[in-house]
């Protein structure tokens, strides 16, 4: 029950605050990030299904498009096939890239923005298509085996899928690009694919160019047992006792999976050294306490972050190209993105970012990070 005493005390406080509310200059309104005259942000559209084939057997996977898939393609010059970064990321993507498609108006009716779904088998709506546990996809592993499903069947080759058909498609009769793009461990898969895959040169030879743009990706897939020295200079063999299986798949080439059992490293590197392959880091994707990031030991012999797992990856790279003399360096090897830390959309949106993945002379926003080529290191 109030007293006569407390309810002195709360008519006191009620008009100390109301005077005080009074006195209080308005707070302005939050940032819209999505504002108008900001980075624009396209609606998702319905997922399609991909008809895919694979040793004879049609199957399919889900999709998200700017373009009905069963309709007129025939403008379609380039297509984006971007890959999600896990489970239910391929929405975000695909918002990510359609944002900077819709800043270049002279290149978007000519562009398809394809961004694959890896499903997993508790998604229900993809009762039916292949599905994988977890995050097993992002190393290239197979889909389960169940019933109702088609015969497991690897991350790689239903990119390999992916591309041929696409490349095939007669309604595409003006495609000249491919480009297949992934952040994170989307970017995981893209850069052992891109080392592995063994259609690059075909889908050339029908005259459609392919390029890998790999964005912040946690590890990378070594072709030799040498890893960057702790001291930075320069790279030599990692201390098996620290971690016996630092130079298996996926992260050396001990051990290869059943795509690529055949392969040998050094022919991999011969190959991979001739295919257009941009690396973008963040110049803020630094962290090497984020839980995100891969702490297996094998992973942790490359670096104690992403950033310098990516530096010191682009530094190999050039090291190997020019210890074999069978191509050229790539000009240059990667980019870091200035200020951005583990960001698809503004790695995508950046200045080296929009140039990837649309080509010379792309439009990025005028607020897009800016980028500087990774140098040899010292």
């Known amino acids: 029950m109030m007293t006569r005493a407390s309810a002195r005390v709360a008519v006191w406080l009620s008009a100390l605050l109301t005077s005080g509310a009074a006195a209080q200059t308005p707070l302005p309104p939050p940032y819209d990030y999505e504002a108008p005259g900001s980075v624009p942000h396209p609606s998702l559209p319905k997922a ?10 049609a199957y399919r996977m889900p999709v998200y498009a700017n373009h009905d898939l069963g309709r007129d393609l025939r403008d379609i010059r380039r297509i984006l096939l971007v890959l999600p970064e896990t489970r239910g990321s391929a929405g975000r993507h695909y918002r990510d890239v359609a944002a900077l498609v819709a800043m270049n108006p002279s290149r978007k009716a000519e562009t398809l923005i ?10 229900a709506a993809y009762a039916g298509l292949p599905a994988w546990r977890k995050s097993s996809w992002v190393t290239g592993g197979r889909s389960v085996r169940a019933a109702g499903r088609p015969s497991p069947l690897s991350a790689f080759e239903v990119l390999d899928d992916v591309v ?25 898969l893209l850069q052992r694919y891109a080392v592995l895959n063994g259609i690059d040169g075909s889908v050339r030879r029908k005259g459609v160019d392919l390029r890998y743009v790999v964005a912040n990706a946690p590890s990378y897939l070594y072709l030799t047992n040498e890893r960057p020295r702790r001291d930075g200079k320069g790279y030599a063999p990692y201390e098996r006792g620290i971690c016996p299986s630092y130079n298996e798949f996926p992260y050396g080439p001990q051990q290869l999976p059943p795509y690529a059992q055949h392969s040998v490293a050094s022919d991999l590197y011969v190959r991979y050294a001739a295919r257009d392959v941009v690396i973008l880091l963040g110049s803020a994707d630094n962290n090497p306490e984020d839980r995100q990031l891969d702490q297996h030991c094998a992973a942790e012999a490359q670096g104690a972050t992403r950033l310098a797992r990516g530096l010191g990856y682009a530094r190999y790279d050039r090291m190997l190209t020019q210890r074999t003399n069978h191509a050229a360096p790539r000009t240059p090897p990667a980019y870091q993105v200035i200020g951005v830390g583990h960001e698809a959309a503004a790695m995508f949106a950046s200045e080296c970012g929009a140039e990837a993945l649309l080509g010379h002379g792309a439009q990025a926003s005028s ?3 800016v980028c500087e080529p990774v140098t040899a290191a010292r």
């Open 48 to 57: 399609q299904l991909l008809t895919l084939e694979n040793r004879g057997h």
């Open 114 to 123: 394809v961004a694959l779904q890896f499903p997993s088998p508790v998604d």
């Open 164 to 188: 041929t058909g696409l490349a095939d498609n007669k309604s595409l009769p003006a495609l000249t690009d491919i480009v297949l793009a992934a952040h994170g461990s989307g970017a995981q």
């Open 367 to 369: 607020h897009a990070a």
